[in-house]
């Protein structure tokens, strides 16, 4: 069975510019979770969605920042402008119903923002 | 503010012993703890979850949680160089809470 399927794999682009990360759930798997992880701060949830609806994005950075979930087989993270200060590896987690349930992440996309 | 925090390491110990990784978490109402493995570069995956207190064993994996003092440990028995790697702890309250991780190292 395919996993977490998160494009790009690997992204780089220069500072103002706008980035779109994608993921794609497993199949069956409602809810749905965006990850920043970096060495200073860890592992930090951005949003996470039941059904297709955000429940909490509290840790959203900024306005900069924004989430969607259009259906139940796609989701996108989009950053724009982008920042030097974004650069990160960015997950995508998804589970079965319940957000406190297993997680099975993506392999994550690498950001850098020149 | 839940928070979950781990000690960073690095743990050293040498293939065969017993490594010992811990954690502790503010949220007394707490229910569900999960450990994760994450290998540098790739993507954290889980090893374990544990509901209730007390022990709970996988393999060489054991963890270990105490509610009343509000610590999870995974104890990894008879170590392999292939355990080296960032171990995560996380608890579940709406969202799952991740702790920095603590590496481990395991020498040959």
């Known amino acids: 069975d395919a996993g977490v399927i998160q494009s790009p794999r690997h992204e780089v682009t220069e500072m103002g510019q706008e980035v779109t990360l994608r993921c794609k759930p497993i199949?069956?798997?409602?809810?749905l979770f965006w990850y920043r992880q970096t060495m200073m701060r860890g592992l930090e949830l951005l949003i996470y969605f039941n059904n297709n609806v955000p429940i909490d994005d509290s840790g959203m950075p900024e306005d900069r920042f924004s989430a969607k979930m259009p259906n139940a087989s796609f989701s996108t993270l989009k950053i724009q402008p982008s920042e030097p200060r974004d650069s990160a590896v960015y997950f995508c987690?998804?589970?079965?119903?319940?957000?406190?349930?297993?997680?099975?992440f993506g392999p994550g996309t690498r950001l850098t923002v020149l | 503010q839940k928070e979950v925090e781990q000690n960073s390491g690095p743990l050293s110990v040498p293939e065969g012993a017993i490594a010992s990784l811990n954690c502790t978490y503010s949220?007394?109402?707490?229910?569900?703890f999960f450990w994760y493995r994450q290998y540098s570069g790739k993507s954290p995956e889980l090893i374990m979850f544990?509901?209730?207190?007390g022990d709970k064993e996988d393999g060489r994996f054991t963890a270990q949680l105490n509610k009343a003092s509000q610590y999870v440990s995974l104890l990894i028995r008879d170590s392999q160089p292939s355990d080296s790697a960032t171990y995560l702890c996380a608890v579940a309250g709406t969202a799952l809470i991740f702790g920095k991780g603590t590496t481990l190292s395991v020498s040959s």
């Open positions: 949220d007394r109402g707490s229910q569900s």
């Open positions: 199949s069956g798997h409602n809810s």
């Open positions: 544990i509901y209730s207190n």
């Open positions: 987690a998804s589970s079965l119903p319940g957000g406190g349930d297993t997680q099975y």
